[in-house]
């Protein structure tokens, strides 16, 4: 009875090992790519959609993209909602509201005596309308790198430990508004075990222009003919 195998047995399935790694290699890359290509462009596809719908109902959508999830969900709120152009006033905002609230006791804000100062910032609920996209997850090969929009003054990061607690989760806002307006709004996905290799999501403000790219670029850059003042009056 034979036992073993020859050397040249062992050359030949080595041989045929690298063949499969080969080809194998440069396939599953290509499939991720797709995967990472297809987030992005349903990321953009959804921003043009809540668009038209912002202004048909006459209503702010908000994005909620959970960092350490790889989710998204669809928001709706009122027309007025605020956002904030910078952290400090962001920050001067929930101070404020802060403040005023202290002057409710709990049993006065559960009646909704407080709701004008609760309200400014505007509420928001999730979707369940049939048909109409409430939300997504990333595929297993992709994560998100960062999230940006000016209110929170740098790009927004995953946690980099697993939250204890969903209210330890890392949640940013993307805010799309009623007169065709979207807030200025800059996603990275990338693979999972790469962060070089993703596609970046641009949502410029004014025009609604959506840019996918798979190349990094300084965060602002497409606004730089946007001056930064008003022109003086004669």
Known sequence: MRRGVSLIEMMVVMAVIAVVLGVGA?????????????????????????????????????????LDRGTYSVEVGDPGALIFSDPRERERFEEEQERQLKMFTDKEIERGEASD???????????????????????????????????????????????????????????????G??????????????????????????????RLETEETAIGASLAWIPAEAPESR
């Open 181 to 210: 307006t979207m807030e200025f709004t800059v996603v990275r996905i990338v693979d999972i075990d790469d962060p070089a290799d993703g596609y970046t999501v641009e949502v410029e403000p004014f025009s609604g222009e959506i």
């Open 117 to 179: 100062i609760v309200d400014r910032q505007g509420r928001f609920s999730g979707l369940s309308v049939p048909g109409f996209p409430s939300g997504g997850t990333l595929p297993d090969s992709c994560r998100y790198a960062y999230v940006y929009t000016p209110q929170y003054g740098a790009p927004v990061t995953p946690s980099e430990e697993p939250p204890e607690t969903p209210d330890e989760e890392v949640v940013v806002y993307s805010h799309i508004f009623p007169d």
């Open 26 to 66: 440069p396939v599953l890359s290509s499939v991720f790519d797709l995967q990472q290509r297809g987030e992005a462009k349903a990321l953009a596809d959804l921003y043009k959609l809540l668009q038209t719908e912002a202004m048909l109902r006459n209503v702010t959508f908000r994005i909620a993209y959970n």
